[in-house]
C-alpha cells in the first residue's frame, strides 16, 4: 500500500524520502521521528505518508506553532491547525489518528505535552515529529527537537535522515549550509564571499539602502509575494521598511492616500495602495476568517478602512479596530510586510531572500535566515558606527561587518529540553538575562529632551526680548539725534545727556540679552546633539526592548506551566502563593478559560486554609489587620471578619487591588451605634453580639453568610442614619 501511493505521487521522490516514508507508515511503536535540515523535503514525503495511512482509514491531524507553517501544510495538501487552535478546539483525536507535528523545534513543552497526552489517551494513535534542531526555538520553554534528536541518536525512537538539499538550487550554496551546519562557519562565510552573496558598503546607513535597493528590484522582477527581506528585530524590519516604501512611492508602486496604525516602535505606521501588510493577530473580517502570520496586498484605502487582496486570493476590509488596534502585550494588531523577522519567516520558502545580518544574531537565526530561499540567499552584513552609543558603551570594536556576524553566529543558544530542567535554573537563567538589558537600557546618555525644550523656549524668550530691546534702542538713537545739535541751550543739553543715558542704557540691555542669547543658544545646540545622541542610542537599543518582552514573556509562560504542573500533582503552592497568582494573571491575558478554571480551583483550595489557620490561632497577615482591624474574639463578629478576609484574598487571588485603610464592619457597627440616635438602630446593634448567629453550617459559608448579613445590617443603617439626617436638615429648613 505505502509503495504504491508513494509510486503514484506525482512529484517522485528520492530514495532518502522513500525510506523515511516506510520508517514513518511501518508497524511498530506510536513516535516517528524526522529530522532533517531546512529545505530537504520533510513535508513533501509526510504528505506521501499522511496520504498511505489515510488510504488505510486513519485520520490525519497536522498540527504546527505558527500559522506560517500550518500554512505551508495546507499548500502541500494536509488539513493542518496550530496547536493552540487545535487545544481550543477540544484537542480531541479519534481512535487510529496521525498526529504530524511540524517544526518541533518551536514546539514549546507545555504543547508538546498536550499533543503527548492525547495521542497516549486515543488508542491506536500516532505521533509523528518533523523539524530541524538547528533551526528557531520556541518562545515558551521547549527543546523538543534537541531531546527527540538524542532519543534518535541513542536508538531510541524510530527516526529517519534526509541527505538531499531540495530547496536550495545552487550546489555552492547547498555546501555554504552543509558547512555551516557542521560548525564550519567560516568556510559557509567564505563560500557567500566568493560568489558575491554577502555584501558590506562603506557604512551601516549605505549597507541597508543598498539592500532596500537590490531588494526593490526584485520585487518589481519577480513579483513582492516571491521575496522575503529578514532581520532579527522588529525595529531593523521597520527601518527596511521604510526605505523599501521610499523607493516604491518614488516608483509609483505605493501611491495615493494613507491610514496609518501603531508600529513596534513609538513611531506610527501609514499604509497606501500597493504596500504589503503582515497580520499579527487572529480576527475576523467579515465571513472570512484572518489567521497570525497571513500576509496580502493593499488595493486601496478610504474611508471604510484598508481593501486588502490575502496572498490565497481572499479579499477583506480592515476596519479601524485592526489596523489601528494592538493586541493585549501592546504589539501592534498588523505590520508591513516588506521586511520580517527571521523568527517569523521559519517554515517558510522564498525564491529570493535578502538578509540583514547584525551582530544581534546567533547560531540558530542566521542558519534560519540564510535557508530561506531557493535562490542564493544575499546576507547583508552591518555593525553599529564606532563612536555610536550601543548598549551603554562607545562602540570601539574595529572589525569587519562580516567578522563580528561571524563571532556573533557562533553563540549557540541553550536549547535543553526544558521538561529536564529545574524551574528556578531556568528562572535565574531568564531573569540574569533580563537584568542585562535593563541595566544596558538604564546605562545610556542622558534624556536631555525637556531640557532641550526649556532651552528652546528659553531661546524664543530671549529672541523676543533682543527685539524689544533692538527697538528700544533704535528709538532711544532717534531721540539722540533729534535732541543734538550745536549750540544747545542749558536746558537743550540736559534733554541731549538725558537721551544719550537713555540710549546706554538700551545697549547695555541688547547687549546683556544677546550676550545670555548666545549662552542660551550653545546650550541649546548642546542639548540637541545630546538629544541626537540619545535617539541614536535609542535606535540602536530598542532591540533590547522587544528582547526584554520576550524574556518577560518566557518567564511568565515558563512559571504558568510549572505551577499547573504542581497542580496536576496536587501540590499547587510548591512554588508559592505569588506564583500561583501570578500564573492566573498570565492565563488570564492568554484567554485560556479551562486552565484559568484549574487555577481558581487551586487558588480558593489554598484560601480556605489559609483562613482556617487565622480561625484557629495562625498569625493573621499584615494586609488583613491593615483592612478589617483585629479579628473579633468570637461569635457571629468572628465568622463576619472571616467572610470579609476570605473576600479580600479572592480580589488579590484574581488581581484586584485592595482598597485604602478602612474601618472593620464591626468598626463601623460600632460607630453608628455611639453616633446614631435612632432607636431600632441601637437595639439592632445591641442584640445578639451585633450579628445573629448562624445555625445548621460551619466554615467557609458560615463566614460567607455573617459576612453577607454584616454588610447588610450595615447599609440598613447606613440609610437609616442618611434618612434622619435629610429629616433634621428638613426641620432646620
Same mark, same amino acid.
Given at each position: ?34 529530522? =532533517? ?99 528557531? *526555538? ?188 494592538? *493586541? ?263 484567554? =485560556? ?141
Amino acid at each position: 500500500m505505502v509503495a504504491s501511493v508513494v509510486d503514484a505521487d506525482p512529484v517522485p521522490l528520492g530514495e532518502d524520502q522513500r525510506a523515511a516514508v516506510g520508517v514513518l507508515c511501518s508497524p511498530g511503536a506510536a513516535l516517528r521521528v524526522v529530522l =532533517a535540515p531546512a529545505g530537504h523535503g520533510k513535508t513533501a514525503l509526510t504528505t506521501s505518508a499522511a496520504s498511505a495511512v489515510e488510504g488505510d482509514g486513519r485520520t490525519v491531524v497536522a498540527l504546527a506553532t505558527t500559522n506560517k507553517a500550518v500554512a505551508e501544510l495546507r499548500a502541500a495538501g494536509l488539513e493542518a491547525s496550530t496547536i493552540a487552535r487545535w487545544r481550543l478546539d477540544g484537542a480531541a483525536l479519534p481512535e487510529g489518528a496521525v498526529v504530524v507535528l511540524d517544526e518541533v523545534s518551536q514546539v514549546s513543552t507545555r504543547d508538546a505535552s498536550a499533543v503527548l497526552t492525547a495521542v497516549t489517551a486515543t488508542s491506536g494513535a500516532a505521533l509523528w515529529c518533523l523539524g530541524d534542531e538547528d533551526q528557531g *526555538r520556541s518562545v515558551a520553554p521547549g527543546g523538543l527537537a534537541a531531546e527527540l534528536a538524542r532519543l534518535a541518536d541513542d536508538r531510541q525512537v524510530a527516526a529517519a535522515e534526509l541527505s538531499v538539499n531540495r530547496r536550495q538550487h545552487d550546489p555552492d550554496e547547498q555546501e555554504a549550509l552543509a558547512a555551516y551546519r557542521r560548525g564550519d562557519l567560516a568556510a559557509s562565510q567564505a563560500t557567500r564571499v566568493g560568489h558575491d552573496w554577502e555584501h558590506t558598503a562603506s557604512t551601516t546607513e549605505e549597507t541597508r539602502d543598498q539592500l532596500a535597493a537590490v531588494a526593490v528590484v526584485d520585487i518589481c522582477d519577480y513579483g513582492p509575494t516571491a521575496v522575503a527581506v529578514l532581520a532579527v528585530s522588529h525595529v531593523d524590519c521597520e527601518d527596511l521598511t521604510d526605505r523599501i516604501r521610499r523607493q516604491l512611492r518614488a516608483l509609483g508602486r505605493i501611491a495615493g492616500p494613507e491610514l496609518s496604525g501603531p508600529g513596534w516602535g513609538p513611531e506610527e505606521r501609514d499604509y497606501a495602495a500597493g504596500d504589503r501588510v503582515l497580520f499579527h493577530v487572529n480576527c475576523r473580517l467579515g465571513d472570512e476568517r484572518v489567521h497570525n502570520g497571513t500576509a496580502g496586498q493593499v488595493c486601496a484605502v478610504d474611508r471604510h478602512g484598508i481593501n486588502v487582496t490575502l496572498d490565497d486570493g481572499r479579499t477583506a476590509v480592515l476596519p479601524p479596530a485592526v489596523y489601528a488596534g494592538c *493586541r493585549p502585550d501592546g504589539s501592534p494588531n498588523m505590520s508591513h510586510a516588506w521586511a520580517r523577522t527571521i523568527d517569523g519567516a521559519q517554515g517558510g520558502t522564498w525564491d529570493h531572500v535578502h538578509l540583514l545580518a547584525t551582530p544581534n544574531v546567533d547560531r540558530h537565526t542566521l542558519y534560519v535566515g540564510q535557508s530561506r530561499g531557493r535562490h542564493p540567499t544575499h546576507t547583508w552584513n552591518t555593525v553599529p558606527t564606532p563612536g555610536d552609543e550601543v548598549h551603554g558603551n562607545v562602540v570601539v570594536d574595529r572589525r569587519d561587518p562580516g567578522e563580528i556576524v561571524l563571532a556573533a553566529a557562533a553563540r549557540v543558544p541553550d536549547n535543553t529540553f526544558a521538561a529536564w530542567d529545574d524551574p528556578d535554573v531556568i528562572d535565574r537563567r531568564l531573569r540574569a538575562e533580563a537584568h542585562e538589558h535593563r541595566a544596558a537600557l538604564a546605562s545610556g546618555p542622558p534624556d536631555c529632551r525637556a531640557e532641550r525644550q526649556q532651552l528652546a523656549r528659553a531661546v524664543e524668550q530671549l529672541e523676543r526680548e533682543a527685539r524689544t530691546h533692538a527697538d528700544a534702542l533704535a528709538r532711544a538713537e532717534r531721540h539722540v539725534r533729534a535732541t543734538g545739535g550745536p549750540h544747545l541751550r542749558r536746558h537743550a543739553r540736559e534733554a541731549h545727556h538725558s537721551a544719550v543715558a537713555a540710549r546706554d542704557r538700551a545697549e547695555h540691555r541688547l547687549l546683556d540679552t544677546q550676550a545670555d542669547l548666545r549662552i542660551t543658544r550653545a546650550q541649546l545646540g548642546r542639548a540637541e546633539s545630546a538629544v541626537e545622541q540619545r535617539h541614536r542610542w535609542e535606535q540602536a537599543n530598542q532591540w533590547r526592548h522587544h528582547e526584554l518582552a520576550h524574556v518577560e514573556h518566557q518567564l511568565a509562560a515558563h512559571w504558568t506551566r510549572a505551577v499547573l504542573t504542581a497542580i496536576d500533582q496536587d501540590d499547587p503552592l510548591a512554588h508559592g502563593l505569588d506564583r500561583l497568582r501570578g500564573a492566573r494573571r498570565s492565563l488570564v491575558a492568554q484567554d =485560556a478559560a479551562a486552565d484559568i478554571a484549574i487555577v481558581d480551583g487551586a487558588l480558593s483550595e489554598a484560601r480556605i486554609d489559609r483562613l482556617y489557620g487565622i480561625d484557629h490561632g495562625q498569625p493573621v497577615p499584615e494586609h488583613l489587620t491593615a483592612l478589617l482591624g483585629a479579628v473579633p474574639r468570637d461569635g457571629a463578629a468572628r465568622d463576619a471578619w472571616l467572610g470579609l478576609a476570605e473576600q479580600t484574598e479572592a480580589r488579590l487571588d484574581r488581581g484586584v487591588p485592595l482598597p485604602g485603610r478602612t474601618l472593620s464592619v464591626v468598626e463601623r457597627l460600632k460607630r453608628l451605634d455611639a453616633d446614631d440616635p435612632l432607636q431600632h438602630a441601637r437595639a439592632i446593634v445591641d442584640s445578639a453580639h451585633w450579628l445573629p448567629d448562624a445555625e445548621g453550617i460551619d466554615g467557609p459559608e458560615r463566614w460567607r453568610n455573617a459576612a453577607d448579613r454584616a454588610a447588610e445590617l450595615h447599609h440598613a443603617l447606613e440609610r437609616s442614619r442618611s434618612r434622619d439626617l435629610g429629616h433634621d436638615l428638613g426641620i432646620s429648613l
